[in-house]
């Protein structure tokens, strides 16, 4: 039974599209996050989220969005895709907002072209 | 800022041979240490952590102990398998808010 689920896997698509990337968690955590692991490995927070409160990393662009249907999902949507977005994308997921113990997805490798 | 700073891969050792991957960190104050294993199509796992000066992590023969006088957490294993083949990522947290990890090592253990 897969704790932290994201689709796609992967996506391709053209520059200046709008995609979204779906994350749902069956762990019952209050707190999500969104990754963003470049072509080197290094890993960096884009967004922690609770159903009180959104921290986002100053650096990322306001193209990115999470959006949060409910406690277990908390989607990214990405307006205006450029070339420098192209990345894998891990969500996670904590029982509150700790960085003591998270869990994370299979990773979504996006492609722009 | 808080950073962490962790050896270049690729390292390529040959099954039941000593692992050390060293890590060192840059904070204000007092973080929280992690590391993190990422297996080939898999997302990150808490391998270990250590939560104060001198704790010592460990989990599947990993081991990494926080020394504060070298700010330091590096990690070591002393025989490594095939299956241990993956990403290892160093990580500090301060506060709660933040998760800082490093450009992660790739190891390739052969047999």
């Known amino acids: 039974d897969t704790a932290v689920s994201q689709t796609p896997k992967y996506l391709v698509t053209q520059m200046g599209n709008d995609k979204s990337i779906k994350c749902e968690q069956n762990l019952g955590h209050d707190t999500m996050y969104w990754y963003k692991q470049d072509s080197k490995k290094f890993l960096k927070i884009m967004f922690s989220?609770?159903?009180?409160?959104?921290?986002i990393n100053e650096t990322v662009p306001n193209r990115f969005s999470p959006k949060s249907p409910d406690k277990a999902h908390l989607n990214l949507h990405i307006n205006s895709l450029e070339l420098g977005d192209s990345a894998v994308y891990f969500c996670?997921?904590?029982?509150?907002?700790?960085?003591?113990?998270?869990?994370f997805g299979p990773g979504t490798r996006l492609t722009v072209l | 800022g808080d950073s962490v700073t962790q050896m270049e891969g690729p390292v390529t050792l040959s099954e039941e041979a000593f692992l050390t991957i060293n890590c060192t960190y840059t904070a204000t104050g007092y973080p929280s240490l992690f590391w993190y294993v990422q297996y080939p199509g898999e997302g990150l796992q808490l391998l270990l952590k250590a939560t104060k000066a001198d704790d010592k992590g460990s989990n599947k023969g990993f081991e990494a102990t926080y020394r504060k006088e070298t700010t330091s957490f590096h990690l070591e294993k002393g025989s490594v398998q095939v299956s241990d083949s993956a990403v290892y990522f160093c990580a500090l947290s301060l506060n709660n808010n933040d998760m800082r990890f490093g450009a992660g090592t790739r190891l390739t253990v052969k047999p």
């Open positions: 989220y609770n159903n009180k409160e959104l921290i």
């Open positions: 996670a997921s904590s029982r509150r907002v700790s960085f003591n113990e998270q869990f």
